[in-house]
Every structure is written in C-alpha cells, then in structure tokens.
C-alpha cells in the first residue's frame, strides 16, 4: 500500500478509485457503516438538516464523533490505516476489532459485542436505508467482502478532497453545513444556504422535509451509484431555478445530469489534472455562482472574498 501521496516531481497524487475493481467492498462497508452511523443517530440530538447523522474525516479514516451515553460518552472510528474499528469511552476504556472479509451480519454481531463489553447497552433500526434491495443486517450474509487497499484510497480521496471543501466553505459567511461524510448516501457533502425558507414539499418524507426545509446549494464526491456510475463531484440547487440546468459552468468536462438533477464533475477528470485541486474549487465555484445568480440570493451579505490557500 502507497504511504505517499507526492510524485517524483512533488505533485500531489489522488488515487484512482475504479467502481468495478472495489464495488464488492464498497457495498460490505457502505452496511457497516450504516450500522455505525444508526449509532450515532441512536444518541445524538436533532439538528437541523440532520446534521446530527453524519461522520467526519480524520486524519485516520471516519469518526462519529464523541456520543452521548448517559453521563458518559463514547466515539467509535473506522481506522483505513491499521484497518481497525475503534471505539473509546471517556472513562479512558478502548475496544476494537479488526476491518478484514466479514458478513454484515457478524459484523454487527461483533460491532454489539464490543459495546456490551464497554458497558453500552443500546439498539438501532435494523434495515439499511438509501439503497435498493435492503437486506437486514443480521440477516446480510450476502455482503461479506474487505479489500484494504481500496478501503484506504477511498479515505485517502476523501482527504483531499475534504481539504478543498473546507478552503470552500470559508469563503462564505452565510449558514453553512459542516464538511460531513452521510453513510446513508455515501458522499461527503457541504451545503450553503439562502437563507430563506424553500417551498414545502407535497408528499415529501419528514426527513426530506427537515433535510430541504430552506434553500440550498449543495456540492459533495460519492464513489459512484447507478446514475452516475464512477467517482464523481457533484452540485445541486434545491429550489433548482429555472435555467440552471443549462448554465455553463467550469471546467469545461463538468456537465448537468437530469438523473440527478445536478452537475457532474467527474473524479478521474479532477485527478488527472495539471491541479486537481484547483479545478475542483472552479467546479464548486462555479455551480455556486451560477445557483445563487439565478435563485438570486443576496450575496454580499453571504460571501467574503476568497482566499489564498495557505
């Protein structure tokens, strides 16, 4: 495994990430880190837009943050260095187990034992969510595949581009999201707002009614799904306004996709260039300037100018 992220020629390398070399294990963790993830939805309060839900990157792989646990508080991390689940209680107890080939469903045998072991008795929803065809995960004997070397390029694009994300997001000064990573749709997300309140739904589900609840424009990466079948940046507007579909934007490759309703950038264009960090700052740039013009936001009150990186 590459412990370098430099060239020879001191440029910065991002991995490649092909979708049918690793969708095997793609799969197995998307449901192990939905078991974790209900974790933390289990003993977090609500926040707006369901910020409560999502993990962070580390400097090691993902972490739910520290969670409450009556007067304690416990953090479980995904190490995609030492391939180890962790997880840790304030009162200074640690427990882990090894991130190898396993169903699902031991997974979350092995995933309660440990917590039981730390004195944590508690329970989640067993069904997955967000995916087509859910398997319950003490049922899922069908997902069972680990490939480390993938598992550790995943979080090593999620690096990269969780770096360039934050640089983004202190360019504005309106309501923002955190750079959070949702397990239940796989991506790593930031989100700006209008401020303003978007026109409810019909029909919409109580957590598309939170998640939308004000206008937004909304950039993320996720490894690639059925619409868009490989790695890929993307951006939204919800409301989307009229003619943001047609909109030209940076860089030239980016393009709007009705599938998803939104532009694609897509991630072998941004590592493949000359700096992808740079053209994955026009793309969110860009698609921001072009939502906001359009949906007409106020933005000299939202913005402040951009700034060099450091």
Not at 44 to 55: E, I, R
Not at 72 to 79: A, L, Q, V
Not at 270 to 296: C, H, I, K, W
Request: hydrophobic letters at 40%; charged letters at 25%.
């Amino acid at each position: 495994m590459s412990k370098s992220s430099i060239n020879a020629d001191g440029k910065e390398i991002w991995p490649e990430l092909p979708l049918d070399e690793w969708k095997e294990t793609y799969a197995t963790l998307h449901m192990w880190m939905q078991i974790v993830g209900k974790l933390r939805l289990a003993h977090s309060p609500l926040v707006n837009h369901w910020w409560n839900v999502p993990f962070y990157v580390t400097a090691r792989g993902l972490t739910t943050s520290a969670l409450p646990y009556g007067r304690r508080s416990f953090e479980i991390d995904f190490d995609f260095i030492d391939h180890r689940l962790v997880i840790s209680t304030s009162e200074g107890a640690t427990t882990s187990l090894a991130l190898s080939p396993r169903s699902v469903a031991d997974f979350y045998r092995e995933v309660f034992e440990l917590l039981r072991s730390l004195d944590i008795d508690t329970e989640i929803y067993t069904m997955p969510v967000e995916i087509p065809n859910p398997i319950p995960f003490t049922e899922d004997t069908e997902h069972a595949s680990y490939v480390a070397e993938y598992a550790n390029r995943l979080w090593r694009i999620l690096l990269h581009v969780e770096r360039v994300f934050q640089r983004f997001r202190g360019e504005f000064v309106g309501k923002c999201s955190p750079v959070h990573f949702f397990w239940g749709s796989f991506d790593l997300a930031v989100t700006r707002f209008s401020g303003r309140p978007a026109p409810a739904r019909e029909g919409a589900d109580p957590i598309t009614r939170e998640a939308y609840s004000h206008e937004v424009i909304s950039a993320g990466f996720w490894p690639g799904s059925g619409n868009v079948p490989a790695p890929a940046f993307y951006c939204y507007c919800a409301p989307e306004p009229e003619g943001f579909a047609g909109a030209r934007v940076l860089p030239e490759s980016a393009y709007y996709n009705p599938a998803t309703a939104g532009f694609i950038l897509l991630y072998d264009d941004v590592r493949r260039a000359d700096s992808p960090e740079q053209m994955l700052l026009d793309f969110l740039r860009s698609t921001y300037e072009v939502g906001a013009n359009m949906g007409r936001w106020e933005r000299t009150t939202l913005e402040r100018e951009a700034q060099a990186s450091p």
